[in-house]
């Protein structure tokens, strides 16, 4: 009997999968870095045993789409907390709008340009259009306008821990004091892992962060392949 | 929790469907998400029909995205030719968005705060 064989199980797989992430949050709780990200140790990791047991990325794919078929709906779960922070929304409508406008249109523009200014590839820049947002908004948007969403993913998480590591430091600089004002920018520029080192500093940080989150996520849904057709790049 | 359930499924169903009709470019998701909100607030939906999956969902939302990123395995080439320009880009437009966003909060809070003194 060939081991090997058995590797290529889809439920082997699963439980592999389930069980890398599980111990990879567990670690982080126990030594509190941000830099330990679950989701990038788990993919290290799983990317390695592939590599490893010589098992081939479609063999992976097949067993893997069971738990990313759950992205979708998780997107369509967002509509939960956004209900419920309707309220703080009416309650500040213009200058969260005029901020989130402002933050999208601003991190698109920004990072394709200067992508195509240090050289990047048509590939790779279409890849990175949506880099401020949550993983699974940004890689349907990088799906829908034609980049590789598992580069946007990965980008996606380096974003969002480079933000919660320097995110402060850099608001500091900028003279942003206002908790709002943080909350607001932190969810905006780096999506979840921005928003849980906003939650760090006060539910006030902590609840525009998730309301810079939702709504940049939305904005750049939208925008994106408009934005992108007048560049001139799609 | 079957009804849970359903509900998302329907609301991104309905996305799809969208979607597919219109042929937009807005990933049928965050269409379904809209029409989640939509129902919760005009109170077709209640909370308590949706809140225990959606907090689950929304929680462990890094875990779905695993299987998707492993797929970088095959972008190594791409990503280890152009590590310097994704690397600058990423991080300057990062600091960009985060005072940009900031400042834009800051300045039209005050222009209100201006505005509605005037009136005043």
Partial sequence: MDIHEYLNNDYFLLTLTFGVYFLAKLVRKMLQLPVFNPILVSIAFMICFLTIADIDYETYKLSGSKIDFWLKPAVVSLGVPLYKQLHSIKHEMVPIFMSQLVGCLVGIVSVVALAQYFGASRIVVLSLAAKSVTTPIAMEVTQSIGGIPSLTATIVVFVGIFGAITGFRILKYGHIGMPSSQGISLGTASHAVGTSAAMEHGMEHGAYASLGLTLNGIFTAILTPYILQMMGII | ?120
């Avoid at chain 2, 849970?4 to 309905?14: D, N």
């Avoid at chain 2, 949706?50 to 492993?70: A, C, D, H, Q, R």
Wanted: with cysteine; proline share 2%.
């Fill in chain 2, 1 to 120: 929790m079957f009804r849970q359930l359903a509900i998302i499924i329907g609301c991104l169903a309905v996305g799809e469907f969208i979607t597919w009709l219109t042929g937009i470019s807005v990933p049928s998701s965050i269409i379904g998400m809209l029409l989640l909100t939509f129902l919760l607030k005009v109170k077709v939906i209640k909370l308590e029909w949706v809140e225990t999956i959606s907090n689950f969902l929304v929680k462990n939302m890094g875990f779905f995205f695993v299987p998707p990123g492993v797929a970088l395995m095959l972008y190594f080439d791409i990503i280890g030719k152009e590590i310097v320009s994704i690397v600058l880009a990423t991080t300057l437009s990062t600091m960009l968005v985060l005072v940009v966003t900031g400042w834009t909060h800051i300045m039209t809070r005050k222009i209100i705060k201006r505005i509605k003194g005037k009136k005043l």
